[in-house]
């Protein structure tokens, strides 16, 4: 699936503020006159050093995200994920230097029936809620079903899910519909933390059926926590910041930060001045060519994860276009592209894409596997589709996309004129995201460069949706199961029924190159994120695919 | 762009008077005019730079592709975001493309674009102005009161809101912005043409049996073009603005065409690299003011109250 992702669609729309925040920084400038005066940090809050760990304060930047709610089973905003993951343990979970790898979190282990349709999860006795009671199954349970009920923009990620049970107080047990061995890491995501069912309960929560309209805790979840993350819920000013607490029942590894302060800003240029200046020790939302523009500052250091924000070139395979729908026309757009060009402007915000997955994941093809470009051969090709001087089609965009701060407009842009070398002429078809989106998903569109962001890390939530009968596929690109494509379409279907790792991995590669040859799709490029970070100030900053930070990691620089 | 300016409402209300005796004087001295304000020019240095600055500016638009180092939309991914430089006098942008070039091209969207607006706005504006001004009753009623309405609003919010409605483009930008600026026009017309109405020259052509189409063609209209010409000379540089904030908001020319708002806009992406947003926005300014300045060496041109202040 694909999520909107809010931070980043604030951009775009709202470029008078752009100007307004231009003036600002003039401003702003023009009042700190003597350039990087780092010691005024102490007035917004940041401790200095490791003088006192005790209560030492981290300050983050971070863009005024339209965070909706914290709510643990509803919150479904990419925004929020750093903070539900920092509040709410889940049941499993992962680290983004290895993707491949479930780590244990609140169940210390599980196993799953022979044929992949039941898991069993054994939870670790240690865990504990912030109140201090401990976390039992029936809290899973509740909160597993709080999800499902709510309804949220989330719920799909339970679809599968047939039931979910507590047989004892240390064992959850879920049925699933369909047979599927790659389930556990669905679990990672942030929208599905263990919140304390008793609390949730005591203000207004339940999880029947109809708790979509008789739930009532969001507003109370919106300013306190009833989880068992590291960190508990200090208070939200919307719009202005954020302030987590450390968990002192935390039943981990407790956290080196008694508090961080996450400061919401206008805009990314906000939060290179904010992190110039000191006056936070971390940003999230730089553009790739701001971060280039830090590299040659000594004191920031720059953590990356793979952002698993797959952006990719796709065109309606049905099209009314009739020399779009010629499969050597697509093969020349992908021999047309110069992807080492992509790479560049990506400025170190990418790789490029191997296939329509990223490389990261199991059993996904590596950069090298992806197209590189070939004039001579995409000409080729056009002649052969009959086409010789090229063709016209409209590429859409959203004008206020990003994947890991790199802009879809920027992208689009390059590729038009590469394909405009060999003939082929891309009208250039700027959206907001929200029209782009519309458009794109009710398959209204000729051809797109969007990036699809994860859900959580498995080739799961990338491959079905990019083959039929995925969503993607069907009704995105009017690319329908037919006998060319059957065999990527069993391939895709029985992968992740299949309990052995090697062999699944090996379906998943063999169903990637016959899309890569076979299917409307030029992927492009496989982003990762950059987080720069004060060294002066911080320490141990590991950046996450999904929620951007582990905060419990970070140590105050000594 | 709330309201039309202090200076457009001198133009359109109470000059209106010296209007058409300064267009009869004005032809019957047109070359001793014409001569001693080009020679009056020496003493108004702003009005002399701004008339440089225009002619420059026409010669930099027409001959774009001869003068322009670069196409506008070509590309060098190698060299993208270099700082201003021998090669690149005003440095490349996000997609190393040349900022001179681009900035050259762009005045071919942005003036054109702006022309146009100003065009299509003094002919709606003039015939509503006109018709109503002389035919008066429930026409006037009714033309003056959509005027009310347009007034009401601000103009560029209302331009955003027709552009976004037609779906972005330079031909609905345009359209947009003339649907917004006719209104301030029509009043202005409309009033001139009142005060004119009732002069003995416009009752001498009734008596004489003309058509009412002559004698608003013939005899009226000669006498508003002055007072309307001077307010579209100052208008187009507003119109170059409005349409330069249009672009920038995404309503107006579509990339990769090189306009010199949605240029400011792709700046705005990269702050550090401040020749991006700044020589467009450069290019803005400096056509703005010569059009201001011009606008008002225009007025001096034409208004007699000022000519004679100026000869005394």
């Known amino acids: 699936m694909e999520m909107l992702r809010h931070r980043d669609f604030h951009r775009g729309t ?84 290895n993707l ?27 865990a504990v809620f912030s109140t201090g009671d401990p976390v039992t199954a029936a809290d899973v349970v509740f909160s597993m079903q709080r999800f499902i009920n709510l309804k949220g923009p989330g719920a799909f990620l339970l679809g599968g899910v047939s039931s979910v049970t507590s047989p004892s107080p240390d064992t959850v047990v879920f049925k699933l519909s369909a047979p599927d061995f790659t389930f556990p890491w669905i679990l990672t995501s942030s929208a599905l933390g263990v919140s304390e069912a008793k609390v949730v309960k005591a203000h207004g929560g339940n999880d029947s059926t109809d708790a979509s309209t008789t739930d009532k805790a969001a507003s109370w979840l919106d300013g306190h926590s009833a989880g068992s993350g590291p960190f508990v819920l200090d208070s939200w000013t919307r719009g202005q910041q954020l302030v987590l607490s450390r968990n002192d029942n935390y039943w981990g590894a407790k956290p080196a930060y008694s508090k961080i302060i996450f400061k919401f800003v206008s805009d990314a240029n906000t939060e290179q001045q904010l992190l110039k200046r000191g006056d936070a020790a971390i940003a999230i939302d730089l553009t790739p060519d701001q971060v280039a523009g830090l590299r040659s500052d000594q004191n920031i250091g720059v953590a990356k994860a793979p952002a698993l924000n797959q952006i990719y070139m796709g065109w309606s395979a049905a099209a009314t276009n009739t020399a779009l729908a010629k499969t050597d026309n697509w093969t020349a757009m992908k021999y047309a592209i110069n992807y080492k060009n992509l790479v560049s402007l990506a400025q170190g915000a990418a790789v490029q894409a191997g296939s329509v997955v990223p490389s990261a994941l199991e059993g996904a093809l590596p950069p090298e596997d992806g197209f590189s470009q070939d004039v001579a051969k995409a000409k080729a090709a056009l002649a052969a589709a009959g086409n010789p001087d090229g063709f016209s089609f409209t590429l859409s965009y959203a004008s206020d996309e990003t994947a890991a701060g790199l802009p879809m407009s920027l992208v689009a842009g390059a590729i038009q004129n590469d394909l405009a070398a060999v003939g082929i002429k891309a009208k250039l078809d700027p959206e907001l995201e929200v029209n782009f989106l519309s458009a794109y998903r009710t398959g209204k569109l000729e051809a797109v460069v969007h990036g699809w962001a994860n859900d959580y890390p498995a080739t799961s939530d990338f491959l079905p949706v990019f083959v039929p009968p995925g969503t993607v596929a069907v009704k995105r690109q009017h690319w329908p199961a037919s006998a060319s494509n059957q065999q990527i379409v069993d391939l ?11 062999q699944r991995a090996s379906m998943i590669t063999q169903a990637l190159k016959l899309v890569n040859q076979l299917g409307p799709y030029a992927p492009l490029l496989d982003t990762e994120y950059q987080f720069p970070y004060d060294k002066s100030k911080v320490a141990g900053v590991t950046a996450n695919s999904l929620w951007f930070l582990d905060l419990d990691t970070m140590t105050p620089a000594s | 762009m709330s309201a039309r300016s202090p200076l457009d409402m001198t133009i359109g209300g109470d000059s209106s008077h010296a209007m058409s005796t300064g267009t009869l004087s004005a032809r019957r001295g047109y070359v001793h005019t014409v001569g001693r304000t080009f020679a009056g020019l020496r003493h108004q240095p702003s009005a002399l730079i701004s008339l440089i600055v225009l002619c420059v500016w026409a010669i930099v638009i027409v001959f774009a592709p001869l003068l322009a180092p670069d196409g506008p939309l070509t ?28 900035v050259m091209f762009g005045g071919r969207v942005s003036v054109p674009a702006a022309l146009v607006v100003v065009l299509l706005s003094v002919f709606v504006g003039c015939t509503v102005g006109l018709l109503t001004g002389y035919l008066g009753g429930w026409l006037d009623d009714v033309l003056m009161r959509i005027t009310d309405v347009f007034m009401a609003f601000p103009l560029i919010l209302l331009a955003m809101a027709i552009s976004a409605s037609l779906g972005p483009s330079i031909r609905n930008g345009v359209i947009a912005l003339a649907f917004v600026s006719w209104p301030q026009y029509a009043r202005v017309t409309r009033s001139v043409t009142l005060d004119l109405r009732s002069r003995e020259f416009v009752l001498a052509s009734q008596v004489a049996g003309q058509r009412r189409s002559t004698i608003l063609g013939r005899v009226i209209f000669p006498n508003v073009f002055p007072t309307v010409f001077v307010m579209a000379s100052v208008d187009v540089g507003r119109a170059i603005v409005n349409f330069s904030v249009l672009s920038f908001i995404g309503l107006g020319a579509r990339p990769p065409v090189a306009e010199w708002g949605s240029m400011v806009a792709d700046g705005a992406q990269v702050m550090s690299q401040w020749w991006v947003s700044t020589f467009p926005g450069f290019a803005i300014f400096s056509l703005v003011l010569a059009f201001n300045f011009a606008g008002d060496w225009l007025r001096d041109l034409l208004d007699p109250y000022s000519r004679t202040r100026d000869a005394a």
């Not at chain 1, 003597?34 to 300050?59: D, F, Q």
């Not at chain 1, 780590?103 to 240690?126: C, H, I």
């Open chain 1, 14 to 97: 709202h470029r008078s503020l752009a100007v307004v925040t231009v003036a600002g920084l003039l401003l702003a400038a023009a009042c700190t006159s003597n350039g990087n005066t780092k010691s005024n940090a102490t007035s917004t809050g940041t401790t200095s050093g490791g003088a006192h760990p005790a209560s030492a304060t981290l300050v983050v930047a971070m863009e005024q995200a339209s965070l909706r709610t914290l709510d643990p089973n509803d919150a479904y905003e990419p925004a929020a994920f750093i903070f539900e993951n920092a509040l709410y343990s889940t049941l499993v979970t992962f680290k983004s230097d």
């Open chain 1, 100 to 126: 491949r790898q479930l780590e244990p979190r609140v169940a210390q282990s599980w196993t799953v029936n022979d044929d992949g349709t039941e898991y069993t999860f054994k939870l670790d006795p240690k």
């Open chain 1, 492 to 502: 895709a279907a029985n992968a992740f029924k299949t309990k052995d790792d090697t």
């Open chain 2, 75 to 102: 590309q060098s991914i190698a060299g993208r975001l270099s700082p201003p430089s021998s090669s690149h006098w005003f440095g490349t942008d996000a997609l190393g493309r040349d900022v001179l070039s681009r």
